[in-house]
């Protein structure tokens, strides 16, 4: 993601930070020194406690990533924002009940989280809870009280800035993150649970249609809200979550779709091939007259490499025309079979960043598939159920 700073890497996972993250670091110390009675001191324990909460948010977006590549999935890496983390998956696994598993992993470690820190916190607070109402916590009238009694008691610590403060505060945002994401508001972890429940019945696309319609409902009603309450924020979440749900669909079509195409569908058969020692000029003068822009290379019958419209353009503006095919073609290339699917091929070919990629039988070239096959199959296939 353009925009971003890498703070390290766990289990393979790159870890970012959004530039614009810094601006709710700045806002948080800003809140400190504006209250009543504030200083750095303020400031100072603003910026902490949302440095601390976000390190929850990184541990909440871990557990789905960890979850999701022990059962297959594949994650590229996880982006702090200023309205939360978002964990950016190449790919997802396959069973409905893998996606629940995955889906229910994040709010699971927040909840964990709030218990490991209410065990902190309960002997700090134990002294100042009256004797009696913890001999009588069996009464539900008990449990009310003592509810009332720990918010009294967390806007009394925020006021001194001390770490009991802190303790409660974490405490109370991993509770809230936990509840908040089970919202079942689509593409957060409730929606995605809503999603993997229903895809256990119906077939994956109605399910996400369902789990889309009800998280922009959701999001129109939260916006509301945000709206008559002045609260920027939810207003930003509602926005967020309505566009994200729109196109989370496009893309869950969009797999659907592939997926149930095949390489040898939309294969190019007819695309010419090239020798390493030809020219750059001479490939221009074949892409004119035949409108084809990437190239299998061959010595003989056998693949060397693969030239594409990328790699003749950078090649033309570093060496010019009279350079050979073998010194700027792709040696090192994947691969793909004409029963493959072309969700397939589209994912080898984001992996790889080569947009066409030879088919093969065995050792025999059957010819080209690209980017633009693949798009233009998916357009021609969707448009019925896009309707």
Known sequence: MSWSIKLGTIKGI???VHVTFFIILIWAAAEGLSQSGGGWGRAIFGVLSTCLLFVCVVLHELGHSLVAIHFGGRVRNIILLPIGGVAQMESLPDKPIHELLVAIAGPAVNFVIATVLMLIALPMIRAEIPTGLLVTLSSPRAWYVLI????????????????????????????????????PAFPMDGGRVLRGLLALWLDYLRATRIAINVGQ????????????TANWMLMLIAVFIFFSAGQEGRVVEARVVLGNLRVEQVLNSQAP?????????????????????????????????????DDVLAALHQYGV?????????????????????????????????????VMNGSVVLGLISLQDIDAAYLLSATPHLA
């Open 148 to 183: 009332a009694f720990v918010v009294r008691l967390l806007f009394r610590l925020l006021d001194g800035i001390d770490w009991r403060a802190l303790v409660l505060y974490l405490l109370g945002a991993n509770a809230s993150l936990g509840i908040f994401n089970l919202l």
């Open 14 to 16: 790159e870890i970012r």
């Open 217 to 228: 409902s959701l999001a129109v009603i939260l916006g509301f809200f945000g709206i008559l």
């Open 322 to 358: 009279e350079v050979r095919v073998g010194r700027v073609m792709r040696r090192q290339f994947p691969i793909v079979r004409p029963t493959d699917t072309l969700l397939h091929a589209r994912q080898l070919i984001a992996q790889s960043g080569i947009k066409a990629l030879p």
């Open 273 to 309: 091939s090239l020798s390493p020692l030809h020219s750059l000029a001479h490939v221009l003068d074949v892409a004119s007259h035949l409108r084809q822009a990437n190239f299998p290379v061959m010595q003989g019958t056998r693949l060397v490499g693969v030239l594409t419209q």
